[in-house]
């Protein structure tokens, strides 16, 4: 159980184009996901906490507007990175967690993002 | 914030080998997660041990909340082991996590 899906799993896009990333726990609802972002050989940064029908939390430097965040359901949550930027180009990994304790988060397997 | 710091940074091992990787956190926690990362990119979920002691085949994990640290035991590295291993720590028991740096394991045939 605990099976978190991420799509796509790979996109390449043009500069000033904007690109969805779709997150889903397939087996659990989840109440929170979170959005990370990984350069290489680097930890994970957290970007956004995402709760189902509100507003998603940003941390400190990451821009809301660029980067939407939608919660729809409670085994959906997208992110959108509007017009790309080569500099947007990362790991975006995503977790979720159930809707019950303890809060032990589920990784999905990231979407590597390329702005050309 | 809550620091979690990691060590070693990268470890080298023979296969067949045993490590200790560590996990030191500057506040108490209430999660603490240890996850592998494998060389395509996917966080696998390894121990979830806010306190005390577990175990799973080769794996093992010790979390010691009131000296603040957690660690993790390898036994019989595999080359299959390699990647890189994060502990994740949260103080407000909602989901979210801060990951340490993470220590770079390579287990040689």
């Known amino acids: 159980g605990a099976v978190v899906s991420q799509h796509p799993s790979r996109v390449i896009c043009k500069s000033g184009t904007s690109v969805k990333i779709e997150c889903r726990s397939l087996d659990f609802q989840a109440t929170t996901m979170f959005w990370y972002r990984q350069f290489p050989k680097q930890s994970l940064m957290l970007m956004a906490t995402?709760?189902?029908?509100?507003?998603?939390?940003?941390e400190q430097g990451v821009e809301k507007d660029k980067f939407l965040i939608n919660h729809a359901s409670l085994t959906l949550s997208t992110l959108t990175v509007t017009s790309a930027h080569p500099e947007d180009s990362s790991f975006y990994i995503c977790s979720a967690i159930g809707t019950a304790g303890p809060y032990e988060q589920y990784f999905g397997p990231g979407t590597r993002l390329t702005v050309t | 914030g809550i620091q979690v710091e990691q060590s070693p940074p990268d470890l080298i091992l023979q296969e067949g080998a045993n490590s200790t990787l560590r996990c030191n956190f500057s506040d108490s926690v209430n999660n603490l997660q240890w996850f592998h990362q494998n060389p395509w990119g996917q966080l696998i979920n390894l121990f979830y041990?806010?306190?005390g002691t577990k175990q799973n085949g080769r794996l093992s994990a010790t979390t010691v909340a009131t000296e603040r640290y957690s660690l993790l035991y390898i036994s019989s590295s595999q080359t299959t082991d390699s990647g890189v291993y994060f502990c994740a720590v949260e103080r407000t028991n909602a989901g979210k996590s801060t990951f340490g740096d993470g220590t770079t394991l390579t287990v040689k045939p």
């Open positions: 995402s709760n189902e029908g509100s507003k998603a939390t940003y």
């Open positions: 041990i806010p306190s």
